[in-house]
Protein backbone atom coordinates (compact mmCIF):
# COMPACT_ATOMS: atom_id res chain seq x y z
CA UNK A 1 0.00 0.00 0.00
CA UNK A 2 1.09 3.28 -0.87
CA UNK A 3 -0.36 6.59 0.69
CA UNK A 4 0.24 10.19 -1.12
CA UNK A 5 -0.90 13.39 0.28
CA UNK A 6 -2.19 15.53 -2.94
CA UNK A 7 -3.43 18.50 -1.38
CA UNK A 8 -3.43 20.44 2.49
CA UNK A 9 -6.38 22.42 2.65
CA UNK A 10 -4.76 26.34 3.56
CA UNK A 11 -7.84 26.90 5.98
CA UNK A 12 -7.76 23.61 8.37
CA UNK A 13 -6.22 20.59 9.15
CA UNK A 14 -7.97 18.62 5.98
CA UNK A 15 -6.30 17.10 3.14
CA UNK A 16 -6.78 14.72 0.35
CA UNK A 17 -4.77 12.42 -1.79
CA UNK A 18 -4.59 8.73 -2.59
CA UNK A 19 -4.18 4.80 -0.93
CA UNK A 20 -3.00 2.69 -3.59
CA UNK A 21 -3.46 -0.87 -3.26
CA UNK A 22 -3.50 -4.19 -5.03
CA UNK A 23 -6.89 -3.34 -6.15
CA UNK A 24 -6.59 -0.42 -7.02
CA UNK A 25 -6.77 3.20 -6.05
CA UNK A 26 -8.62 4.98 -3.24
CA UNK A 27 -9.02 8.95 -3.10
CA UNK A 28 -9.12 10.48 0.25
CA UNK A 29 -10.65 11.21 2.43
CA UNK A 30 -12.90 7.96 1.65
CA UNK A 31 -16.34 6.98 3.04
CA UNK A 32 -16.66 2.84 3.42
CA UNK A 33 -19.91 1.65 3.16
CA UNK A 34 -20.45 -1.50 5.53
CA UNK A 35 -20.34 -4.77 3.98
CA UNK A 36 -20.48 -6.69 7.83
CA UNK A 37 -21.15 -10.15 6.00
CA UNK A 38 -19.50 -9.51 2.42
CA UNK A 39 -22.33 -8.08 1.66
CA UNK A 40 -23.45 -3.94 2.37
CA UNK A 41 -26.91 -5.04 3.02
CA UNK A 42 -29.38 -5.19 0.03
CA UNK A 43 -27.15 -3.27 -2.55
CA UNK A 44 -25.14 -5.18 -5.13
CA UNK A 45 -21.48 -4.48 -6.02
CA UNK A 46 -22.39 -2.95 -9.34
CA UNK A 47 -24.89 -0.21 -7.65
CA UNK A 48 -22.14 0.36 -4.92
CA UNK A 49 -19.49 1.39 -8.12
CA UNK A 50 -22.07 3.13 -9.92
CA UNK A 51 -22.85 5.69 -6.70
CA UNK A 52 -18.82 6.20 -6.86
CA UNK A 53 -17.54 3.69 -4.15
CA UNK A 54 -14.06 3.11 -4.13
CA UNK A 55 -13.72 1.08 -0.85
CA UNK A 56 -15.32 -1.04 1.25
CA UNK A 57 -14.65 -2.31 4.88
CA UNK A 58 -15.81 -5.80 5.81
CA UNK A 59 -15.72 -7.80 9.52
CA UNK A 60 -13.69 -10.20 10.03
CA UNK A 61 -15.54 -11.76 12.80
CA UNK A 62 -18.99 -12.33 11.15
CA UNK A 63 -16.40 -13.63 8.13
CA UNK A 64 -14.86 -16.54 10.33
CA UNK A 65 -17.87 -17.73 11.58
CA UNK A 66 -19.90 -17.94 8.20
CA UNK A 67 -18.94 -18.75 5.85
CA UNK A 68 -15.93 -19.60 7.29
CA UNK A 69 -12.03 -19.46 6.04
CA UNK A 70 -12.37 -22.62 3.84
CA UNK A 71 -14.73 -21.35 1.64
CA UNK A 72 -13.57 -18.07 1.13
CA UNK A 73 -10.35 -19.50 0.05
CA UNK A 74 -11.85 -22.04 -2.34
CA UNK A 75 -13.86 -19.16 -3.79
CA UNK A 76 -10.13 -16.94 -4.49
CA UNK A 77 -10.58 -15.16 -1.51
CA UNK A 78 -13.23 -12.09 -0.27
CA UNK A 79 -13.14 -10.01 -3.35
CA UNK A 80 -13.98 -13.08 -5.57
CA UNK A 81 -15.95 -14.90 -3.29
CA UNK A 82 -18.25 -11.29 -3.56
CA UNK A 83 -17.76 -9.91 -6.53
CA UNK A 84 -16.31 -6.83 -5.63
CA UNK A 85 -13.13 -6.14 -7.29
CA UNK A 86 -11.96 -2.55 -5.58
CA UNK A 87 -10.53 -2.38 -2.54
CA UNK A 88 -11.24 -3.92 0.47
CA UNK A 89 -10.51 -3.42 4.57
CA UNK A 90 -11.55 -5.45 6.85
CA UNK A 91 -12.26 -4.84 10.57
CA UNK A 92 -10.33 -7.66 12.94
CA UNK A 93 -13.69 -7.92 14.91
CA UNK A 94 -12.48 -7.04 17.91
CA UNK A 95 -15.56 -4.63 18.85
CA UNK A 96 -17.67 -7.39 17.78
CA UNK A 97 -16.52 -9.77 20.84
CA UNK A 98 -16.26 -7.45 23.08
CA UNK A 99 -19.50 -6.25 22.97
CA UNK A 100 -20.25 -9.91 23.42
CA UNK A 101 -19.67 -9.36 27.08
CA UNK A 102 -21.01 -12.37 28.65
CA UNK A 103 -20.25 -14.95 26.02
CA UNK A 104 -16.15 -13.74 26.35
CA UNK A 105 -13.03 -14.12 28.19
CA UNK A 106 -9.39 -11.89 28.27
CA UNK A 107 -5.99 -12.67 28.88
CA UNK A 108 -2.85 -11.48 27.67
CA UNK A 109 -2.95 -13.97 24.48
CA UNK A 110 -6.16 -13.20 23.50
CA UNK A 111 -9.59 -13.48 23.66
CA UNK A 112 -11.87 -16.78 24.24
CA UNK A 113 -15.43 -16.78 23.12
CA UNK A 114 -18.81 -18.35 22.37
CA UNK A 115 -20.43 -17.33 18.93
CA UNK A 116 -23.51 -15.47 19.10
CA UNK A 117 -25.36 -18.26 16.44
CA UNK A 118 -24.53 -21.50 17.83
CA UNK A 119 -22.89 -21.04 21.29
CA UNK A 120 -19.53 -22.65 19.96
CA UNK A 121 -16.13 -21.58 21.42
CA UNK A 122 -13.44 -19.93 19.64
CA UNK A 123 -10.17 -18.02 20.58
CA UNK A 124 -8.78 -15.21 18.75
CA UNK A 125 -5.29 -13.83 19.23
CA UNK A 126 -3.42 -11.03 17.80
CA UNK A 127 -1.69 -13.75 15.64
CA UNK A 128 -4.93 -15.81 13.67
CA UNK A 129 -6.54 -12.74 13.12
CA UNK A 130 -3.84 -11.42 11.16
CA UNK A 131 -3.22 -15.00 9.76
CA UNK A 132 -7.38 -14.79 8.55
CA UNK A 133 -7.47 -11.50 7.38
CA UNK A 134 -4.59 -12.32 4.89
CA UNK A 135 -6.64 -15.23 4.13
CA UNK A 136 -9.43 -13.27 3.57
CA UNK A 137 -7.39 -11.01 0.29
CA UNK A 138 -7.97 -8.11 2.30
CA UNK A 139 -6.00 -4.77 1.04
CA UNK A 140 -5.99 -3.04 4.94
CA UNK A 141 -5.89 -5.59 7.86
CA UNK A 142 -6.90 -3.85 11.70
CA UNK A 143 -5.15 -5.70 14.93
CA UNK A 144 -7.24 -7.54 17.57
CA UNK A 145 -7.27 -4.52 20.21
CA UNK A 146 -9.77 -3.36 23.16
CA UNK A 147 -12.68 -1.10 22.50
CA UNK A 148 -13.84 0.41 25.98
CA UNK A 149 -17.50 1.81 26.11
CA UNK A 150 -18.07 4.94 27.52
CA UNK A 151 -17.70 5.64 30.45
CA UNK A 152 -15.40 3.49 31.92
CA UNK A 153 -12.50 4.29 35.14
CA UNK A 154 -9.43 5.44 33.84
CA UNK A 155 -8.06 2.55 35.81
CA UNK A 156 -9.50 0.26 33.80
CA UNK A 157 -8.73 2.14 30.75
CA UNK A 158 -4.91 2.05 30.86
CA UNK A 159 -4.93 -1.96 31.20
CA UNK A 160 -6.91 -1.89 28.51
CA UNK A 161 -4.49 0.40 26.40
CA UNK A 162 -1.57 -1.50 27.63
CA UNK A 163 -3.75 -4.80 26.33
CA UNK A 164 -3.87 -3.04 23.48
CA UNK A 165 -0.09 -2.32 22.77
CA UNK A 166 0.89 -5.60 23.20
CA UNK A 167 -1.44 -6.99 20.89
CA UNK A 168 -0.03 -4.45 18.25
CA UNK A 169 3.19 -5.60 18.47
CA UNK A 170 2.06 -8.72 18.09
CA UNK A 171 0.06 -8.61 15.63
CA UNK A 172 2.92 -6.13 13.62
CA UNK A 173 5.34 -9.12 14.29
CA UNK A 174 2.96 -11.51 12.32
CA UNK A 175 1.90 -9.47 9.66
CA UNK A 176 5.52 -9.01 8.84
CA UNK A 177 6.48 -12.48 8.90
CA UNK A 178 3.23 -13.42 6.83
CA UNK A 179 2.31 -10.68 4.39
CA UNK A 180 3.02 -11.49 1.42
CA UNK A 181 0.04 -9.52 -0.90
CA UNK A 182 1.56 -6.12 -0.33
CA UNK A 183 -1.41 -5.47 2.29
CA UNK A 184 -1.18 -2.72 5.05
CA UNK A 185 -1.69 -3.25 9.02
CA UNK A 186 -2.98 0.07 10.41
CA UNK A 187 -2.73 0.58 14.64
CA UNK A 188 -5.28 1.41 16.49
CA UNK A 189 -5.27 3.80 19.21
CA UNK A 190 -7.04 3.54 21.98
CA UNK A 191 -7.70 5.34 25.38
CA UNK A 192 -11.38 6.62 25.91
CA UNK A 193 -11.38 10.18 26.78
CA UNK A 194 -8.37 10.39 28.07
CA UNK A 195 -5.84 12.75 26.71
CA UNK A 196 -2.79 11.19 28.37
CA UNK A 197 -3.74 7.31 27.74
CA UNK A 198 -4.46 9.00 24.03
CA UNK A 199 -0.71 10.71 23.72
CA UNK A 200 0.85 7.44 25.13
CA UNK A 201 -1.01 4.90 22.74
CA UNK A 202 -0.40 6.70 19.62
CA UNK A 203 3.32 7.28 20.73
CA UNK A 204 3.84 3.64 21.48
CA UNK A 205 1.99 2.66 18.38
CA UNK A 206 4.44 4.99 16.20
CA UNK A 207 7.48 2.91 18.01
CA UNK A 208 6.28 -0.49 16.81
CA UNK A 209 5.28 1.14 13.28
CA UNK A 210 2.30 1.49 10.82
CA UNK A 211 1.00 1.61 7.64
CA UNK A 212 -1.53 3.47 9.08
CA UNK A 213 -3.03 4.35 12.13
CA UNK A 214 -7.07 4.27 13.34
CA UNK A 215 -8.71 6.26 15.96
CA UNK A 216 -10.56 3.46 17.80
CA UNK A 217 -13.28 3.93 20.88
CA UNK A 218 -14.53 7.42 19.35
CA UNK A 219 -18.42 7.29 19.19
CA UNK A 220 -19.24 4.56 21.68
CA UNK A 221 -21.57 6.85 24.18
CA UNK A 222 -19.64 9.54 24.88
CA UNK A 223 -20.66 13.40 24.48
CA UNK A 224 -20.43 15.13 20.98
CA UNK A 225 -18.37 17.50 22.12
CA UNK A 226 -15.60 15.06 23.73
CA UNK A 227 -15.62 13.08 20.71
CA UNK A 228 -14.68 15.94 18.10
CA UNK A 229 -12.04 17.07 20.82
CA UNK A 230 -10.63 13.42 21.12
CA UNK A 231 -10.05 12.99 17.79
CA UNK A 232 -8.73 16.48 17.03
CA UNK A 233 -6.06 15.62 19.38
CA UNK A 234 -5.51 12.08 18.45
CA UNK A 235 -5.39 13.20 14.61
CA UNK A 236 -2.78 15.29 15.43
CA UNK A 237 -0.78 12.78 17.06
CA UNK A 238 -0.31 10.66 13.92
CA UNK A 239 2.47 11.25 11.83
CA UNK A 240 1.60 13.24 8.35
CA UNK A 241 2.41 10.76 5.84
CA UNK A 242 -0.07 7.70 7.44
CA UNK A 243 -3.56 7.86 6.59
CA UNK A 244 -5.88 8.42 9.25
CA UNK A 245 -8.94 6.33 9.81
CA UNK A 246 -11.54 7.34 12.10
CA UNK A 247 -13.34 3.79 12.73
CA UNK A 248 -17.52 3.77 13.16
CA UNK A 249 -18.26 7.29 13.19
CA UNK A 250 -20.66 8.28 10.43
CA UNK A 251 -22.98 11.06 10.86
CA UNK A 252 -22.31 13.37 8.19
CA UNK A 253 -21.43 16.36 10.30
CA UNK A 254 -19.22 14.41 12.57
CA UNK A 255 -17.24 13.02 9.53
CA UNK A 256 -16.71 17.25 8.09
CA UNK A 257 -15.61 17.57 11.67
CA UNK A 258 -13.08 14.98 11.33
CA UNK A 259 -12.21 16.05 7.95
CA UNK A 260 -10.80 19.26 9.16
CA UNK A 261 -9.17 17.61 11.60
CA UNK A 262 -7.18 15.38 8.86
CA UNK A 263 -8.78 12.19 9.24
CA UNK A 264 -8.69 10.71 5.63
CA UNK A 265 -10.69 7.11 5.88
CA UNK A 266 -14.37 6.65 7.75
CA UNK A 267 -16.89 3.81 8.14
CA UNK A 268 -20.21 3.58 9.39
CA UNK A 269 -23.43 1.34 8.95
CA UNK A 270 -25.73 4.97 9.43
CA UNK A 271 -26.66 5.14 5.73
CA UNK A 272 -27.77 1.70 5.08
CA UNK A 273 -29.53 0.90 8.33
CA UNK A 274 -30.99 4.59 9.00
CA UNK A 275 -32.17 3.81 4.76
CA UNK A 276 -34.07 1.26 5.93
CA UNK A 277 -35.99 2.64 8.53
CA UNK A 278 -37.16 5.21 5.91
CA UNK A 279 -34.48 7.93 7.14
CA UNK A 280 -33.20 9.73 4.33
CA UNK A 281 -29.72 12.18 4.02
CA UNK A 282 -30.18 15.46 1.90
CA UNK A 283 -27.77 18.23 1.59
CA UNK A 284 -30.47 20.45 3.62
CA UNK A 285 -30.91 18.00 6.29
CA UNK A 286 -32.82 14.49 7.41
CA UNK A 287 -35.89 13.32 5.52
CA UNK A 288 -37.97 10.87 7.26
CA UNK A 289 -39.77 9.49 4.41
CA UNK A 290 -42.65 7.30 6.02
CA UNK A 291 -43.67 10.24 7.51
CA UNK A 292 -47.40 11.63 6.29
CA UNK A 293 -45.79 14.37 4.91
CA UNK A 294 -44.50 12.40 1.62
CA UNK A 295 -47.79 11.05 1.23
CA UNK A 296 -48.49 13.21 -1.17
CA UNK A 297 -45.12 14.50 -2.55
CA UNK A 298 -44.12 13.66 -5.74
CA UNK A 299 -40.75 15.48 -5.83
CA UNK A 300 -37.35 13.21 -5.52
CA UNK A 301 -35.72 12.68 -2.03
CA UNK A 302 -33.56 15.71 -3.45
CA UNK A 303 -33.70 17.87 -6.24
CA UNK A 304 -30.93 17.50 -8.44
CA UNK A 305 -29.42 14.17 -7.01
CA UNK A 306 -28.56 11.67 -9.48
CA UNK A 307 -29.15 8.76 -7.77
CA UNK A 308 -31.38 5.79 -9.08
CA UNK A 309 -34.05 6.44 -6.34
CA UNK A 310 -34.08 10.47 -7.37
CA UNK A 311 -34.17 9.83 -10.80
CA UNK A 312 -36.87 7.29 -11.02
CA UNK A 313 -39.25 7.54 -8.27
CA UNK A 314 -40.88 10.01 -5.60
CA UNK A 315 -41.18 10.79 -1.71
CA UNK A 316 -44.66 9.53 -2.13
CA UNK A 317 -43.96 5.95 -4.29
CA UNK A 318 -41.41 5.53 -1.58
CA UNK A 319 -43.66 5.89 1.54
CA UNK A 320 -45.59 3.68 -0.40
CA UNK A 321 -43.11 1.01 -0.44
CA UNK A 322 -42.89 1.36 3.31
CA UNK A 323 -46.20 1.34 4.18
CA UNK A 324 -46.64 -1.77 2.45
CA UNK A 325 -43.61 -3.73 3.44
CA UNK A 326 -42.29 -3.70 -0.17
CA UNK A 327 -38.31 -4.02 0.01
CA UNK A 328 -38.06 -1.70 -2.55
CA UNK A 329 -38.30 0.95 -0.73
CA UNK A 330 -35.54 0.11 1.47
CA UNK A 331 -33.22 -0.28 -1.00
CA UNK A 332 -34.05 3.26 -2.80
CA UNK A 333 -33.55 5.50 0.33
CA UNK A 334 -30.18 3.12 0.83
CA UNK A 335 -28.55 3.75 -2.44
CA UNK A 336 -29.43 7.56 -1.87
CA UNK A 337 -27.91 7.54 1.40
CA UNK A 338 -24.78 5.67 -0.11
CA UNK A 339 -24.86 7.80 -3.03
CA UNK A 340 -25.26 10.89 -0.80
CA UNK A 341 -22.47 10.36 1.13
CA UNK A 342 -19.97 10.09 -1.70
CA UNK A 343 -21.16 13.08 -3.11
CA UNK A 344 -20.67 14.84 0.34
CA UNK A 345 -16.59 13.06 0.37
CA UNK A 346 -16.41 14.02 -3.11
CA UNK A 347 -17.09 17.99 -2.74
CA UNK A 348 -14.89 17.88 0.46
CA UNK A 349 -12.18 16.47 -1.29
CA UNK A 350 -13.13 19.42 -4.23
CA UNK A 351 -13.40 22.09 -1.64
CA UNK A 352 -9.99 20.79 -0.03
CA UNK A 353 -8.12 21.60 -3.37
CA UNK A 354 -9.19 24.78 -3.86
CA UNK A 355 -8.42 26.25 -0.37
CA UNK A 356 -11.90 26.62 0.82
CA UNK A 357 -12.82 23.80 3.27
CA UNK A 358 -14.21 24.98 5.99
CA UNK A 359 -16.32 27.63 3.94
CA UNK A 360 -17.65 24.56 2.03
CA UNK A 361 -17.96 22.49 6.21
CA UNK A 362 -19.70 25.84 7.59
CA UNK A 363 -21.98 26.09 4.87
CA UNK A 364 -23.27 22.47 4.90
CA UNK A 365 -23.77 22.22 8.51
CA UNK A 366 -25.80 25.40 8.66
CA UNK A 367 -28.11 24.24 5.93
CA UNK A 368 -28.12 20.72 7.22
CA UNK A 369 -29.17 21.72 10.72
CA UNK A 370 -31.69 24.08 9.75
CA UNK A 371 -34.03 21.27 8.61
Known amino acids: MKFNIEHKDASSHARCGKITTVHGEVNTPVFMPVATRAS ?22 HLYLRPGQDIIEKAGG ?50 NVVDFQLALGSDILMPLDECVHYPAEKGYVEESVNLTLQWAARSKKEFTEKNRSGAALFGIVQGSTYKDLRTR ?11 GYALGGVGVGEPAEAAEEITAHTAAL ?37 GRNGQAFTFSGEVQLRNATSKEDFAPIEEGCACPACRDYTRGYIRHLFNVNE ?45
Open 40 to 61: VKAISGRELSDCGVEMIISNAY
Open 78 to 127: LHEFMGWKKPITTDSGGYQVFSLAGLRKINDNGVEFRSHIDGSRHFFTPE
Open 201 to 211: CAEELLAIGFD
Open 238 to 274: LPEESPRYLMGVGPPLDILAAISCGVDMFDCVVPTRN
Open 327 to 371: MLGMRLVSLHNIYFYVKLIRLSREAIRADRFLDFKNRFMNEFRQN
